[in-house]
């Protein structure tokens, strides 16, 4: 998995071959970003005097704590031709906008 910083937001993208989107989750929970998926695959060949059978499995999670900077809610991710990619939009707040600071009198 790769992480980088655009400047407006996170990207996170992830080489899955082989794969399709519903074999793949993605969750946020308490501030946890976590990728969950699994492959199963089924080969089976019947030949003259031969009969082959291949399976093919395995499972992988990764969990990422999310910098305050995230929105969450704006979190998107899409899937392509084996490539996640996840974009996590940072807060308007946080991008270096100006803001004025009042200051009180005692």
Known sequence: M???????????????????????????????????????????????NAYVAERYYGSFQRSFALPPEVDAGRIEARFDKGVLTLSLPKKAETLGAEKSIPIKAD
């Open 2 to 48: 790769d992480i980088n910083d655009k400047g407006t937001a996170y990207e996170i993208s992830a080489e899955l071959p082989g794969m399709h989107e519903r074999d793949i989750e993605v969750k946020l929970s308490s501030g946890c970003l976590t990728i969950r998926g699994e492959k199963k695959e089924e080969y089976e060949a019947r030949k003259k």
